[in-house]
Nanobody
Framework: QVQLVESGGGLVQPGGSLRLSCAASRFTLDYYGIGWFRQAPGKEREGVSCISSGDGNTRYADSVKGRFTISKDNAQNMVYLQMNSLEPEDTAVYYC????????????????????WGKGTPVTVSS
């Protein structure tokens, strides 16, 4: 069964950085579009960034553009989300997800476009 496991979350001060990792098992990650989503308490799950299958086209939400960078390592079957200049508003549980259909062509996918999900890793930005 397809499995995604996130790691790298934690507590960080405003202005700090974290790198989230998403490890894929039992499938070849490069064949799927991958998205990072987050969900804060009481809010809907929102797309943060994505990377398409194959050519690795990337997209970012306006709220994180210039601060977050998504990347993938096909040899390691991993996707990363480098988060810099973190703000309290970035506090949320972060999820990676994979989509069978083509995504991330022109925009970040909605959560309902995704087929497989990890269990999430919490990120807290606070002084």
């Amino acid at each position: 069964q397809v499995q995604l496991v996130e790691s790298g979350g934690g507590l960080v001060q405003p202005g700090g950085s974290l790198r989230l990792s998403c490890a894929a098992s039992r499938f070849t990650l490069d064949y799927y579009g991958i998205g990072w989503f987050r969900q804060a308490p009481g809010k809907e799950r929102e797309g943060v960034s994505c990377i398409s299958s194959g050519d690795g086209n990337t997209r970012y939400a306006d709220s994180v553009k210039g601060r977050f960078t998504i990347s993938k390592d096909n040899a390691q079957n991993m996707v990363y989300l480098q988060m810099n200049s973190l703000e309290p508003e970035d506090t949320a549980v972060y999820y990676c997800a994979a989509a069978i259909q083509a995504i991330c062509i022109t925009t970040i996918p909605h959560y309902y476009d995704m087929d497989y999900w990890g269990k999430g890793t919490p990120v807290t930005v606070s002084s």
